[in-house]
């Protein structure tokens, strides 16, 4: 990490008008801190991603999906903005060839497909889903609410993860018809809130995070050229607090791996903690390492510095961001920089710049 130079995006509410939506922060890879730049305006940037040549960033808006031109030097330029249709978003991703973004919609239970330009910038729909049925607990959970949607790793299907309905809907993705078929579904318990799914990078394994449930499932994952559908194999259950155990209003809130996905990291809301679990590569199983507090309220993100030894935990409900180097061999966590106070913070991502 020597010599390189990085910024840090943080995605926030603008609703209360003590933020702009997008927050520039100059990182400081030794020290494990952020030192504030500027601010981009976004209405209610509730979750940011960068295409994979890190050329843009693409953030959630009130009026759809806003794609920016990541500069040289870390500063933003607007591209475009494109409506979805629908209520404001919650999750995005984008494929690996940057052709298109998926869009999941929390609030009104729609999965938005959109094309992307060659010059990075949003183009028009290509097609969308709206989720069906029932859930079980009322308010949290008693209707569709897509919280997650991904690619597979060969790219044959989309996964929609719904803590509304307890399920995780598959669909057969063919650009070609602009349409998706539901071929599919990992039917979980009822009341469990899958939240968040990721692959692991040679595409074995998914790991699945439970909002209610405080759990994450590890599945083997089997594709089979032609075939309906993927196939999937639940090898283990770990708790979303690892070794402690969550209290009454504890809700797994996100998940992220370090660099080579030798650890994944499990932000925690109520008791306000991250757990830390090492990964086996060849097997995919998790061990739980530790589960400390993260001096804030509501993680509702966690993210791992470039250089894999610090975190930085963004705080909804307290407004601020926390920082910690992590000692992986000693098992322990500890603050690395003063907090960071900022209005209703939603995520982090980092972007390598000159």
């Not at 840090?8 to 990182?27: E, H, L, M, R």
């Not at 719904?162 to 809907?169: A, H, L």
């Not at 601020?320 to 920089?337: C, Q, T």
């Amino acid at each position: 990490m020597a010599g390189k130079k990085y910024v840090a995006y943080v995605g926030s509410y603008s609703y209360t008008g003590n933020a702009k939506g997008i927050t520039i922060y100059d990182v400081d890879m030794k020290k494990g801190a952020f030192k504030k730049r500027t601010e981009v305006e976004v209405d209610n940037s509730s979750y940011l991603i960068v295409s994979p040549d890190g050329k843009t960033l693409y953030s959630v808006a009130d009026e759809g999906v806003v794609a920016f031109r990541i500069l040289e030097n870390g500063m933003l330029s607007r591209l475009n903005s494109r409506k979805i249709n629908g209520m404001r978003a919650c999750h995005l991703s984008v494929d690996k060839d940057a052709k298109f973004i998926f869009v999941s919609g929390y609030h009104d239970g729609k999965m938005t497909v959109l094309t992307l330009e060659e010059d990075g910038s949003v183009g028009p729909i290509l097609t969308a889903v709206y989720h069906k049925g029932l859930g079980s607990v009322a308010e949290r959970n008693s209707r569709p609410r897509i919280s997650c949607t991904k690619l597979t790793p060969e790219g044959a299907f989309i996964m929609a993860a719904d803590p509304g309905i307890d399920q995780v809907s598959i669909y057969r993705f063919d650009h070609r018809i602009k349409g998706l078929v539901l071929v599919d579904a990992l039917r979980t318990e009822q009341g469990s809130a899958p939240r968040c799914f990721k692959f692991s990078d040679d595409g074995r394994f998914l790991y699945l995070m439970y909002e209610i449930r405080n759990m994450i499932d590890v599945y083997e994952y089997h594709y089979n050229e032609g075939g309906r559908a993927p196939q999937f194999e639940r090898i283990q259950r770990v708790p979303a607090t690892g070794p402690n155990k969550p209290g009454r209003t504890n809700a797994a809130t996100s998940m992220c791996f370090t660099d080579g996905q030798k650890y994944l990291y499990c932000a925690n809301s109520g008791d306000n903690s991250v757990t830390l679990f090492s990964r086996e590569a060849e097997t995919g199983l998790l061990t739980p390492l530790f589960n400390l507090p993260i001096s804030g309220e509501y993680p509702k993100d966690v993210t791992v510095f470039p250089d894999g030894k610090h975190i930085v935990s963004v705080n909804n409900e307290s407004g601020s961001l926390s920082f910690f180097k992590v000692d992986y061999e000693k098992k322990i966590m500890v603050m690395s920089s003063n907090i960071v106070p900022v209005n209703q913070p939603n995520c982090c991502v980092f972007v390598q710049v000159k």
